[in-house]
């Protein structure tokens, strides 16, 4: 870090300075200094002197210039070691070039090899200036898209694919062939199955991900899952050196222990494959694979994708049962197919259970329709409606006007109770046949609260 040029060194606290240091050019939460115990403003003592700020006026062009401060002698080690690389390698290149030519000559004469040197150190220096402009085309290109999951992110990219190449989702048209996801740009399985191995450009992502160091690095994953099941503090995510470390301890306590079991072995029982040659008919072993080639020698069958094998136990027959549980379906809910039951632990029955079920079935359904035969028949819509709203008021009824003017004289009387229910007494008796008249005066005195004419009615 470049120290900051000073100007002027205040002797005591100036107002509006720095608390902590005293300077004026900034502020306490600005300072760069160590915070004091006590500070410049109380003391009054060590005031720290005030910085130099330059004041830079720039055209247009040069705020926007992207070089603008910048120190070329802090790319000189850059150069340097440019420049190194490439003097090693042209002294590499040397070498191996008189290398070649020491074998080249001989068995020639010392002169004509000194007259065959001097002009192969000459092709040499040629050579030297020569530059391979195909490899040098797309270097340091710079891409959009990097390969990332989510895209966006902008770097160098060399060679990634050149446009004279088919793109790998244009090898195979047909809609049922390997599947090309264009997020992630993988496709897995091969897109040209039936094709000659050494005629084609690509063969699908699987083919190399068990290549190189992808395999050591899955082992060291699955040493890392086992190594935490087991009760050791590791974790491949947040401390992968340390993961890495006890893979290679790992390795190399295995290399021993296997070492020294099969030195024990030997040690014992001796080592039969040394002394004795094993027969040439034992060689050529056999299997019971079968695997079918064409005329080319390409595999037809045989090298199908093997299933995964599923974590559950299966074809276990469990209680006597002939089938496995799940084997029958019915109303929603799972059972054996040898008996249709439908409970987990029961034990089978065979065909007579089968026979029970259906029986029982049968005489449940006869219960049933029995029931529903014997049942009286629902009451009719108009039936209902009378019930709700009482009998039927025939047209032909003549009412009694002495006897309908007294129920309308007690509808008014039994109204006047309602409005005031302290002074109703408690021996009251209730009748409670109610005549034609009386429902005709109920009818007759009956607020309509809907009604907007009900203010007029009485």
Not at 47 to 65: N, Q
Not at 109 to 122: A, Q, R
Not at 211 to 227: M, P, R, T, V, Y
Not at 235 to 250: D, G, I, R, V
Request: glycine share 6%; aromatic share 8%; hydrophobic share 30%.
């Amino acid at each position: 870090m470049t120290e900051v040029p000073k100007v002027f060194q205040a002797e005591k606290y100036r107002k509006g300075a720095c608390i902590n240091c005293g300077a004026l050019t900034h502020d306490a939460k600005s300072c760069v200094e160590r915070p004091r115990k006590v500070g410049a403003r109380w003391t009054n003592t060590h005031i720290a002197p005030d910085e130099k700020i330059e004041t830079i006026e720039l055209d247009y062009d040069g705020k926007r210039d992207r070089w603008n401060g910048y120190d070329p002698s802090s790319y000189a080690h850059v150069v340097e070691r440019y420049e190194a690389r490439d003097a090693a390698r042209r002294k590499h290149m040397k070498e191996q070039q008189l290398k070649k030519l020491e074998e080249k000559n001989g068995n020639q004469d010392v002169e004509d090899g000194v007259s065959d040197v001097d002009n192969d150190e000459d092709d040499l220096r040629v050579d030297e200036a020569k530059v391979d402009e195909s490899k040098q085309m797309d270097f340091a290109k710079v891409e959009k898209r990097v390969r990332t999951t989510g895209g966006g992110s902008t770097g160098t990219v060399r060679n990634l694919r050149i446009r004279e190449d088919t793109a790998k989702y244009l090898l195979n048209l047909d809609v049922n062939s390997a599947h090309y996801d264009p997020k992630t740009r993988s496709m897995r399985e091969d897109p040209l199955p039936d094709a000659d191995p050494n005629e084609k450009f690509y063969g699908g992502d699987n083919r190399y991900r068990n290549s190189g160091q992808a395999l050591e690095f899955k082992h060291l994953n699955i040493h890392a899952w086992e190594a935490f099941d087991k009760g050791q503090d590791i974790h491949m995510q947040a401390a992968p050196s340390q993961a890495e470390l006890l893979y290679k301890n790992h390795k190399v306590i295995k290399d021993k222990l296997k070492t020294r079991t099969k030195d024990t072995i030997m040690e014992k029982y001796g080592n039969a494959a040394s002394e004795e040659e094993i027969p040439r008919e034992l060689l050529l072993g056999q299997s019971e694979r079968q695997v079918e080639y064409d005329r080319a020698g390409r595999i037809i069958k045989g090298q199908e994708t093997v299933l995964p094998r599923s974590k559950y136990e299966e074809d276990v027959f469990s209680n006597n049962h002939t089938t496995v549980w799940g084997s029958w379906w019915k109303d929603h809910q799972w059972g054996y197919k040898c008996c249709k039951q439908m409970i987990r632990n029961s034990y089978c029955t065979g065909a007579a259970g089968i026979k029970a079920a259906e029986a029982a079935t049968d005489l449940m359904k006869a219960n049933i329709d029995r029931k529903e035969a014997t049942e009286e028949a629902p009451a009719p819509v108009e039936e209902r409606r009378l019930a709700t709203w009482g009998t039927e008021v025939p047209e032909d009824l003549v009412l009694d006007e002495k006897l309908l003017a007294e129920a309308l004289r007690k509808e008014d009387q039994r109204k006047r109770e309602e409005k005031d229910e302290r002074k109703r007494k408690y021996n009251v008796r209730w009748n409670d046949e109610v005549t034609t008249e009386d429902m005709e005066a109920y009818r007759m005195k009956k607020v309509h609260h809907d009604d907007p004419m009900k203010d007029f009615l009485h």
